[in-house]
């Protein structure tokens, strides 16, 4: 493991490809992906794996595999990908967790170490966290990490959805 970040519960780490086999359970699952395009083949998951160790060598971040430090279960994916988001290039932070794992406060504590890394590596200085105008949960996490929504837009990639821009700035 490569962990980057150890939280009160959660530990972060840099992925590899053989994190592929414990996030693809997750990243194929049809209630877990209902607010992304479609649930992710098993190509998708090792791309965005793969997109993720890109990101780590050209920009110093990505995406992380989260475990629980008591367990040393694997739960979910959170991070940042460099990614143009409505026409702009952002940073985008993004969090999936496996159902069990939801409604225990680990989304917002393993995003709020992702921001805490930002700063702390003056990364950038603005976040952007988007998600479909219906998903109260995700947008939960927003608020809770102090993102203000920015603005709405269309998202082509994702069935024309309306969609929330939160933004932070660190
Ligand atoms: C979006 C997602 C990560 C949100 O997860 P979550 O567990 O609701 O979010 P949090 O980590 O902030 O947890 C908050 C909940 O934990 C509860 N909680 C329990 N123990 C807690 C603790 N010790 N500390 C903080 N919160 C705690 C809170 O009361 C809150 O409960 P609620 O969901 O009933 O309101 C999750 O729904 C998910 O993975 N969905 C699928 C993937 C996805 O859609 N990702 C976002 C794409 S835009």
Partial sequence: MHVVRETPRLLLSRYTLK??????????DKETMSYYPAPFSLEQTAAW???????????GFGRYGVFLKDTLEFIGCVGFFRT?????????????LGKPYWHHGYATEAAQACIDMAKENAWFSRIVIQMAVEHTASRQVAGRLGAKLESQFIKHRNRGKLTNLFVLDI
């Fill in 19 to 28: 994190y592929v086999a414990l996030l693809h359970p997750i990243t194929s």
């Fill in 49 to 59: 794996i793969e997109r993720s160790i890109k990101c780590y060598e050209e920009f």
């Fill in 84 to 96: 143009e988001v409505n026409g702009e290039e952002e940073n985008d932070l993004g969090y999936i």
